[in-house]
């Protein structure tokens, strides 16, 4: 089985700088796990990581498709299958690193998401519901046949919805099957008050950075608001401040209050998963401990390797 190492967490806990140490470490290669850098130019709100940052260990799955296009959790697991593959190939360590825990339970437990089928006339009756309807009546629907996805769903965004609706639609619920890897799976968490003070300063960097720029450079290229890309955080807010809808000083406010929203959301996902190994990296002893425990997992010295300073979210 081919061993593949995940580092988990919410956004801004700290996951940059560690995977990158370790995979220094451990002659590993890291595959993003993130559900906005795979769109080119979503660079700023997704703090997609800069080529000096990268410190020359590879990144994969980080700008592969358009923002115009939809790339479903089926998608997202089948590319970093993929990746896994090649990397274990080059006798590398596959580190699997992100926040969205969806796609990693599918990698460790073999999640069927409903494969790449499309049954087209569901899916126009779908949105024939939402252009009728309207998306409230969509969410509905799903909380009637999967209250789980129901539970963990945006459901502010209507391909997600759709697209949860659909996986119910061929598999009933998500299957298992065998994997195919031996994983070892650690989260990264801190003090709420503290994480949640990083997910405002990140906030804070991004708009000084140029992030309305961004994506009013995004629209005027010929993506389309309602595009997957665009409904993730940072982004819908900042196309209803564009519009109008919205004043300045509002959608700071909603950017950083939907940023806090969905890493509660992610530690309470991460926290239902098993076999998971909790890291405070606030904790020095912590930190240490983690890099004795793949070492061991590696079959490898632990007393070589000592791990370098922490600073990057």
Same mark, same amino acid.
């Given at each position: 089985?081919?061993?593949?190492?995940?580092?988990?967490?919410?956004?801004?806990?700290?996951?940059?700088?560690?995977?990158?140490?370790?995979?220094?470490?451990?002659?590993?290669?890291?595959?993003?796990?993130?559900?906005?850098?795979?769109?080119?130019?979503?660079?700023?709100?997704?703090?997609?990581?800069?080529?000096?940052?990268?410190?020359?260990?590879?990144?994969?799955?980080?700008?592969?498709?358009?923002?115009?296009?939809?790339?479903?959790?089926?998608?997202?697991?089948?590319?970093?299958?993929?990746?896994?593959?090649?990397?274990?190939?080059?006798?590398?360590?596959?580190?699997?690193?992100?926040?969205?825990?969806?796609?990693?339970?599918?990698?460790?437990?073999?999640?069927?998401?409903?494969?790449? &089928?499309?049954?087209? !006339?569901? $899916?126009?009756?779908?949105?024939?519901?939402?252009? +009728?309807?309207?998306?409230? *009546?969509?969410? #509905?629907?799903?909380?009637?046949?999967?209250?789980?996805?129901?539970?963990?769903?945006?459901?502010?965004?209507?391909?997600?919805?759709?697209?949860?609706?659909?996986?119910?639609?061929?598999?009933?619920?998500?299957?298992?099957?065998?994997?195919?890897?031996?994983?070892?799976?650690?989260?990264?968490?801190?003090?709420?008050?503290?994480?949640?003070?990083?997910?405002?300063?990140?906030?804070?960097?991004?708009?000084?950075?140029?992030?309305?720029?961004?994506?009013?450079?995004?629209?005027?290229?010929?993506?389309?608001?309602?595009?997957?890309?665009?409904?993730?955080?940072?982004?819908?807010?900042?196309?209803?401040?564009?519009? &109008?809808?919205?004043? !300045?000083? $509002?959608?700071?406010?909603?950017?950083?209050?939907? +940023?806090?929203?969905?890493? *509660?959301?992610? #530690?309470?996902?991460?926290?239902?998963?098993?076999?998971?190994?909790?890291?405070?990296?606030?904790?020095?002893?912590?930190?240490?401990?983690?890099?004795?425990?793949?070492?061991?997992?590696?079959?490898?010295?632990?007393?070589?390797?000592?791990?370098?300073?922490?600073?990057?979210?």
């Amino acid at each position: 089985m081919k061993k593949v190492l995940f580092i988990l967490g919410p956004t801004a806990v700290g996951k940059t700088d560690i995977s990158i140490n370790l995979a220094k470490l451990y002659n590993g290669e890291i595959i993003s796990a993130d559900s906005v850098q795979i769109f080119k130019g979503l660079d700023i709100g997704s703090a997609k990581v800069t080529k000096e940052e990268t410190k020359g260990v590879p990144h994969h799955l980080i700008d592969i498709v358009t923002p115009n296009e939809n790339f479903t959790a089926f998608d997202m697991t089948e590319a970093i299958k993929r990746k896994i593959d090649e990397i274990s190939s080059r006798k590398h360590l596959p580190i699997v690193v992100g926040g969205t825990g969806l796609y990693v339970k599918s990698l460790v437990l073999g999640y069927n998401f409903g494969g790449a &089928g499309v049954d087209e !006339e569901y $899916r126009k009756k779908l949105q024939n519901i939402l252009e +009728s309807e309207g998306l409230e *009546k969509l969410a #509905l629907m799903l909380k009637e046949v999967d209250a789980m996805a129901y539970e963990k769903v945006d459901k502010k965004n209507p391909q997600r919805v759709l697209r949860a609706l659909e996986i119910a639609h061929f598999s009933g619920e998500k299957k298992e099957a065998k994997s195919e890897i031996d994983p070892l799976i650690f989260a990264l968490v801190m003090n709420r008050e503290k994480l949640y003070a990083r997910i405002n300063l990140r906030v804070d960097k991004m708009l000084k950075s140029g992030l309305v720029g961004e994506v009013r450079a995004l629209l005027k290229s010929g993506v389309h608001e309602d595009s997957q890309a665009m409904h993730a955080i940072g982004y819908k807010e900042v196309i209803s401040f564009l519009k &109008g809808e919205i004043d !300045e000083a $509002r959608m700071v406010e909603l950017i950083k209050q939907h +940023s806090r929203n969905y890493a *509660k959301r992610q #530690l309470t996902f991460l926290r239902g998963m098993e076999n998971v190994n909790y890291v405070d990296v606030e904790n020095i002893g912590e930190v240490e401990n983690m890099r004795e425990k793949i070492a061991s997992w590696l079959n490898q010295d632990s007393t070589k390797f000592k791990m370098r300073k922490q600073s990057k979210n």
